[in-house]
């Protein structure tokens, strides 16, 4: 379901990268971000290392169709016209994140674990499976809205302008009919606080101090206590190195306190995370419309997470 509702953000921010004159060029997994504590259902997207100008933003003259070009992004997400060699413009973007999505759906692609001498040769290797995956094939299992959006990015001509819109709508009207609504936090939130508020129960009851449980733990979703943290899927790296640490892996409030060794000061900083994370759950602020729409200030592009200016990115 995350997957569902995640992917009309995703699509929201990659048109606000766009309607800035530029391309992204390594749309992955890796370079999608969530926010933390207030900011938890904000989708980021990061590292413009390889992003490139696509057109003049005074005239909006397209760049010119080329062909012969080197392999630029992660192969594994990469669209097929850039494995033969075209130039890159928006529908390559929008291509590489429907793999994206179907590596969500999956947890593997087809093309995924293809052995080669040469990088080259496992580049071809990818390119050549990847053709030939029939869409309703790759897509096989899920909703049609996933194959509807991969056959939708494909038809696209080198200059048109995505219908951002019509896509987003694909995946607003399947996480309805689906009989989901939007409630501003995310299943793995829910999780994550879930499991950091059972391990200090836990914690309290062996102090006896079980009856204060009742009450921390009254405005949680029915259930939510007992739920646990999931491991999730082994996935393997990409083809890429990515510029810097993750920043998940760093940040203490992204860390679940394990009982019986948790400082208090982390106790104190998880719960303090877990109630902002209940509010949000409990709904949105009064002018939030329901699909969270895109606004310039959700899409924070930090020295830290931009490799090149964009005065530069056209070289």
């Excluded at 699509?11 to 370079?31: G, M, V």
């Excluded at 951002?164 to 709508?169: A, K, V």
């Excluded at 449980?213 to 739920?227: F, K, L, M, V, W």
């Amino acid at each position: 379901m995350g997957t569902w509702r995640s992917s009309v953000w995703k699509i929201s921010r990659i048109e606000y990268i766009h309607s800035k004159n530029f391309i992204h060029r390594d749309i992955k997994p890796d370079n999608f971000l969530m926010g933390l504590g207030k900011k938890g259902n904000l989708v980021y997207i990061i590292d413009f290392g390889l992003a490139k100008k696509y057109r003049d933003a005074r005239t909006h003259q397209h760049i010119p169709y080329r062909e012969n070009k080197n392999l630029t992004g992660t192969a594994r997400y990469a669209s097929i016209n850039t494995h033969l060699g075209i130039e890159q413009s928006r529908r390559d973007d929008l291509e590489s994140l429907g793999y994206v999505l179907m590596y969500f759906n999956l947890g593997s692609l087809p093309w995924q674990g293809l052995k080669a001498a040469t990088k080259r040769q496992k580049y071809e290797r990818i390119s050549e499976k990847k053709m030939s995956t029939p869409i309703e094939v790759l897509c096989k299992g899920y909703p049609s809205e996933f194959s509807t959006y991969m056959n939708f990015c494909r038809s696209l001509r080198f200059d048109d302008k995505p219908d951002y819109s019509y896509l987003r709508q694909l995946f607003r009207n399947l996480f309805h009919r689906q009989g989901f609504s939007y409630d501003y936090v995310f299943d793995w939130n829910m999780l994550k606080f879930g499991s950091s508020r059972t391990a200090e129960d836990k914690e309290k009851e062996q102090r006896g101090e079980g009856e204060e449980r009742d009450e921390r733990t009254g405005g949680g979703p029915p259930g939510s206590a007992a739920r646990a943290l999931p491991s999730g899927p082994n996935l393997p790296a990409p083809n890429r190195v990515r510029n810097g640490p993750d920043p998940a892996s760093s940040t203490p409030a992204s860390r679940v306190p394990q009982s019986g060794n948790a400082s208090p000061r982390a106790g104190r900083g998880a719960e303090r995370e877990r109630r902002v994370c209940l509010r949000l759950h409990r709904g949105a602020p009064a002018n939030a419309s329901p699909d969270l729409p895109l606004r310039h200030d959700q899409i924070r592009i930090t020295p830290p997470q931009v490799s090149v200016p964009f005065e530069h990115m056209g070289k």
